[in-house]
C-alpha cells in the first residue's frame, strides 16, 4: 500500500497539536512527516510518535518535496496564500480556516454526510467551521428520513475556538486580568459577538454557520438563522437547534436515527440528570445528542442540544477523518 509524505501547517497552534494526537491515534499509511509554523517557532521541537523533529517556518520552497497531503490551521490569510501555492505542487491540502470553504471549486467535507464531495476536490478540501460541523451531523439523519423546512441554531461556544489566544483570555480573566483576544471579559460572562459583524447584523461565524450548512448538505434554500455566543467554558461547543421537519414524525423514531447515524452518541434520559455538557465531549471524537424533545409550537417541530470537542471534532479530527477518506479513495483508484 502506498504510504503518504504529510506535513502540518500551523504545527504549533491549539488546532495544529491536535491534529498530531488525533494522528497518532489513528494509523494512516505516513512515509514522512513535516511541521510548519512561522518564523518565531523554527527551531522548535515537536514528539511525533516517540521521534522528535525541528518546526520549519512556512515559506513558498516549503513543498518543493513531494509532500502528498497538508493539513492547514495558520489561519485564513495563510491559507489565502499559501494553498494554491501548494495545491499547484500537487500537494492536496485540507484546510482549516474559512478562507475557501465557499468557494464553489472546493469542497466542504463532514466525512460522515457527505464523503463522496472529496472526490471532485481541485486540490483544496474544507474542513467546516467548528460549529457547523457538530450540527450537520446531527441535522443528516433527520434530513435523509423527513426532510428539513427550518432550522434555527443558538450556540454556546468555548473560548479555544479562539485558538491560543482566546484560551489565555479566559485562563487570565479568571485571575482578573484583562482581556487580550475578545473585545470584552470572557471570565463570568457571555459575548455574543464571534468575528465580525456583516452589514446585516449578523456575525460573520453566524454568517458561516447559515452558508455551510446549505452547502454540505447541498440544500442551497433552507431556511436557516442562527446567534453564535461565546461562553466561559475551556472545550466543547453546545447547540441548541430547533428544527422544523418536512413530514410528521415519531419521536421514538427520531431518536432512533439519531442514535443510528455514525458520530453520534445519544445521551438523553432527563430522570436521570443525562444530558450532554462540554465536560462529556472533551477529548472525544463523536457528537453527542441529547433534550430531544417534541417543539408543540409548530407542526413537526423538535428541539435538539447538541455538544462536541470544537478542537477534535470540529478541527482536527474531522480534517484528518477527511484526509484518511482521501487516501480510501485514492487506494480504490
Ligand atoms: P506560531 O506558533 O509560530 O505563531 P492558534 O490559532 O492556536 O493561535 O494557532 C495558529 C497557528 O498558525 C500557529 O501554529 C502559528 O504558528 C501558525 N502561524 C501563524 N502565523 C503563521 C505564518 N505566518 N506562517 C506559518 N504559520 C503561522
Same mark, same amino acid.
Given at each position: ?24 491515534? &489513528? %494509523? ?121 423546512? &427550518? ?69 442551497? %434554500? ?19 437547534? %430547533? ?47 441529547? &433534550? ?42
Amino acid at each position: 500500500m502506498k504510504k503518504f509524505k504529510i506535513a502540518i501547517v500551523g504545527a504549533t497552534g491549539m488546532v495544529g497539536r491536535t491534529f498530531l494526537s488525533v494522528l497518532e491515534e &489513528r %494509523n494512516l499509511p505516513i512515509s514522512e512527516v513535516f511541521f510548519f509554523a512561522s518564523s518565531k517557532s523554527a527551531g522548535k521541537t515537536i514528539t511525533f510518535k516517540g521521534k522528535n523533529y525541528t518546526v520549519e517556518e512556512l515559506t513558498e520552497k516549503s513543498f518543493d518535496r513531494g509532500i502528498d497531503i497538508a493539513l492547514f490551521s495558520a489561519g485564513g490569510s495563510i491559507s489565502l496564500k499559501y494553498a494554491p501555492v501548494v495545491a499547484e505542487k500537487g500537494c492536496i491540502v485540507i484546510d482549516n480556516s474559512s478562507a475557501w470553504r465557499m468557494d464553489p471549486k472546493v469542497p466542504l467535507v463532514v466525512p460522515e454526510v457527505n464523503p463522496e464531495d472529496i472526490k471532485w476536490n481541485n486540490g483544496i478540501i474544507a474542513n467546516p467551521n467548528c460549529s457547523t460541523i457538530q450540527a450537520v451531523i446531527a441535522l443528516r439523519p433527520l434530513q435523509l428520513k423527513y426532510g428539513l423546512k &427550518r432550522v434555527i441554531y443558538s450556540t454556546y461556544q468555548s473560548v479555544s475556538g479562539a485558538g491560543m489566544a482566546g484560551f489565555k483570555d479566559l485562563e487570565n480573566g479568571i485571575k482578573g486580568e484583562a482581556p487580550a483576544k475578545f473585545v470584552h471579559p470572557i471570565a463570568g460572562n457571555c459575548i455574543p459577538h464571534i468575528d465580525v459583524f456583516m452589514d446585516n447584523g449578523y456575525t460573520k461565524e453566524e454568517v458561516k454557520m447559515i452558508e455551510e450548512t446549505r452547502k454540505i448538505l447541498n440544500l442551497p %434554500n433552507l431556511k436557516v438563522t442562527a446567534t453564535t455566543v461565546r461562553v466561559p467554558v475551556f472545550y466543547g461547543h453546545s447547540e441548541s437547534i %430547533n428544527v422544523e421537519l418536512e413530514k410528521p414524525f415519531d419521536l421514538d423514531e427520531l431518536k432512533q436515527e439519531l442514535k443510528n447515524f455514525p458520530g453520534i452518541v445519544v445521551l438523553d434520559d432527563p430522570a436521570n440528570n443525562l444530558y450532554p455538557m462540554p465536560i462529556t465531549a472533551a477529548g472525544r471524537d463523536e457528537v453527542f445528542v441529547g &433534550r430531544i424533545r417534541r417543539d408543540e409550537s409548530v407542526d413537526n417541530g423538535v428541539n435538539l442540544w447538541v455538544v462536541a470537542d470544537n478542537i477534535r471534532k470540529g478541527a482536527a479530527t474531522n480534517t484528518v477523518q477527511i484526509a484518511q477518506k482521501l487516501i480510501e479513495f485514492q487506494s480504490e483508484e
